[in-house]
């Protein structure tokens, strides 16, 4: 399998060529050259692999066919390391829960962060580990984060070999539980570092560092952000093991709801429908950061300025544009790179927006691609979340309370609707206390952590501070 830019670089990489870099060097983002196809023959086997040997050989099932240049026994370990009961908290990995009437919720954060991105990222720490030390190279990690992303990825590479971690927080704008999560980290690979500042000026900081080839090829930086193509794989396998736990028959279909920022964990549906998977429709959920559902609705993306992008009770769905949507439209375009090109090169950069309402392919959105959408607001996030915990007793975070929102707007009988559980309601207490006047349960490990003593850097938001920082621990160690 070789892999392709959506911008039309020549080119032509490997797997393991593209792990460790984020966009080509067009600027485009990487996708397989096909989608390999599964027919109702290889559906049947895979229900029986992960019904028999476990969510780490189905993993294996699906990652083979994109990965040929990683042995196939060493793929194999390293997704029986990632994908243990004793890291995702069951032997299902990802178990399915009745809601209601047709609608499932599909629990992806039972990680060591309790948030979905545990799912990929901690394969990614181990492939991080596996393929620096076969090519004796080291990597110093650069991000930014609000929340989730930056802790899930400290969490997956504590400890690992060959790798450091610096990663930038706006000082005291997360959860005090967020905080706690990544600042009681004590690995000597792991560096926090609390910018005076909001999420925007980490972000600055981190392409300020980045824009410097000179440093960033010195100091071995990159960055593990939600374009990573093994992240988009590593999630494509969840979709089959929820339509796998849902259905019974190969042929019979499901739908998804998706709660949406960055469109990094519905593209993975959009992977897994392209291979065959039986998916009804992909709903995308939106909370009031709505770039994604406006152009589902219209045809218009419109990428919103930081005045206009809101801080919401579903915060790892603030986003101004979505990072990975640019590989849908190359597909819903027929991969055609020049098109593609010319609208997130030129014309985003020149309007802020593009239009395909009038464009043929618009119309194929939903009927050949499944795509539909709807956003969710705090409003409704209360009242989803109180609903569910009165009705049925179960609690769920506000991430997934949008997606709960907005799937049942989109229910057909005869079809389950799983719903992606993106985070514990734990991580986010202050609205769970808003909606239903309690504080959420705390799984037991994370008993008192805000109380754990910290180890987290302050810095004022200037990048030439921050790189300082980061050549003095490279000089250390
Ligand atoms: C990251 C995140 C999302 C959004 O996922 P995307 O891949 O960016 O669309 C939704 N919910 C939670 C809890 C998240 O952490």
Excluded at 91 to 103: F, K, N, S, T, Y
Excluded at 179 to 207: P, R, T, W
Aim: glycine share 8%.
């Amino acid at each position: 399998m070789r892999y392709l830019s959506t911008r039309g670089h020549p080119e032509r990489r490997r797997f393991s060529d593209i792990l460790l870099e984020g966009l080509a060097p067009d600027g485009g983002l990487y996708l397989p050259e096909t989608y390999p196809q599964v027919d109702a023959a290889t559906l049947a086997r895979w229900r029986r692999v992960y019904h028999e040997q476990g969510y780490a050989e189905l993993a294996f099932e699906i990652l083979s066919l994109y990965i040929d240049d990683i042995p196939a026994d060493d793929l194999r370990a390293l997704l029986r390391k990632t994908y243990t009961a004793e890291v995702f908290g069951t032997g299902e990995i990802v178990p399915l829960r009745h809601l209601e009437d047709g609608l499932w919720l599909e629990a992806l954060s039972n990680g060591p962060t309790l948030a979905f991105k545990d799912m990929a990222m901690q394969l990614l720490g181990h492939l991080f580990e596996y393929e620096l030390a076969r090519r004796g190279e080291t990597l110093n990690i650069l991000g930014a984060t609000s929340g989730d992303t930056g802790s899930a990825a400290e969490y997956a590479m504590r400890g690992k070999r060959g790798i450091r971690v610096f990663m930038l927080s706006p000082r005291g704008r997360m959860s005090p539980f967020q905080q706690a999560q990544m600042y009681s980290l004590m690995d000597a690979n792991i560096h926090n570092i609390a910018i005076e500042g909001v999420f925007d000026d980490c972000q600055d900081i981190v392409k300020a560092v980045s824009a410097d080839l000179d440093f960033k090829r010195r100091w071995h930086i990159g960055t593990v952000n939600s374009i990573n193509w093994a992240r988009l794989l590593a999630q494509v396998v969840y979709y089959f093991a929820g339509w796998i736990q849902a259905t019974e028959r190969d042929d019979q279909r499901v739908s998804f709801a998706v709660p949406s920022g960055n469109f990094g964990n519905v593209c993975a549906g959009h992977i897994a429908r392209m291979m065959g998977l039986p998916i009804e429709r992909l709903v995308v959920a939106t909370n009031e950061n709505d770039v994604l559902d406006e152009f589902f609705r219209t045809g218009v993306y419109r990428v919103r300025g930081s005045a206009d992008t809101y801080e919401t009770s579903s915060p790892s769905m603030d986003i101004s544009k979505a990072s990975n949507f640019e590989r849908f439209v190359f597909d819903l375009l027929g991969r055609d790179a020049a098109a593609t090109r010319a609208l997130f090169a030129d014309a985003l950069a020149r309007d802020g927006r593009f239009d395909l309402s009038a464009h043929p392919a618009f119309a194929q959105v939903r009927d050949r691609y499944g795509f539909v959408s709807g956003r969710s607001t705090h409003a409704n996030r209360l009242a989803t979340i109180r609903d569910a915990w009165e009705r049925f007793g179960v609690l769920i975070d506000p991430h997934t309370a949008d997606g709960v929102k907005v799937a049942r707007e989109y229910r057909q009988s005869g079809v389950p609707m799983i719903v992606l559980e993106t985070a514990l309601p734990i991580k986010f207490a202050a609205t769970i206390v808003e909606a239903i006047g309690r504080e959420p349960e705390r799984p037991a490990r994370f008993a008192g952590i805000e109380d754990l003593p910290k180890r987290v850097q302050v810095m004022p938001a200037d990048a030439e501070r921050v790189k300082a920082y980061i050549e003095s621990v490279c000089r250390q160690s």
